[in-house]
């Protein structure tokens, strides 16, 4: 059973750093792709960035790319996002999502099946 927490949402000012964090637990993290997807209020759910499951190649969406990284432990079964200069337009529910190998690496918003329950970012000053 495909588990995802989503953590390290919260309140920030323009130009702060925050680091999410997804726990994952019930498959075979090290064989699944991530990522990370984005909805603001009153807004499309919009792909972020994704990650391979070896971690060895990262996507970031044009509007987040230079400021955003990506990165996935499978030693600890966690992916992370960290975002520097945050703007209010960064300000989203933040979700992780995974599809395994054979499903193949997607950079689309609906790419992977199996989400978390997503974590608030607020930028504002």
């Known amino acids: 059973d495909v588990q995802l927490q989503a953590s390290g949402g919260g309140l920030v000012q323009p130009g702060d750093s925050l680091t999410l964090s997804c726990a994952a637990s019930g498959f075979a993290f090290a064989s699944w792709h991530m990522s990370w997807v984005r909805q603001a209020p009153g807004k499309e759910i919009e792909w972020v960035s994704s990650i391979t499951s070896d971690g060895g190649s990262t996507d970031y969406s044009d509007s987040v790319r230079g400021r955003f990284i990506i990165s996935k432990d499978n030693n600890e079964n966690t992916v992370s996002l960290q975002m520097d200069e945050l703007t209010p337009e960064d300000s989203a529910v933040y979700f992780c999502?995974?599809?395994?190998?054979?499903?193949?690496?997607?950079?689309?918003?609906?790419?992977?099946?199996?989400w978390g329950q997503g974590t608030l970012v607020t930028v504002s000053s």
């Open positions: 999502a995974a599809g395994p190998i054979a499903l193949g690496y997607s950079t689309s918003p609906f790419g992977y099946d199996d």
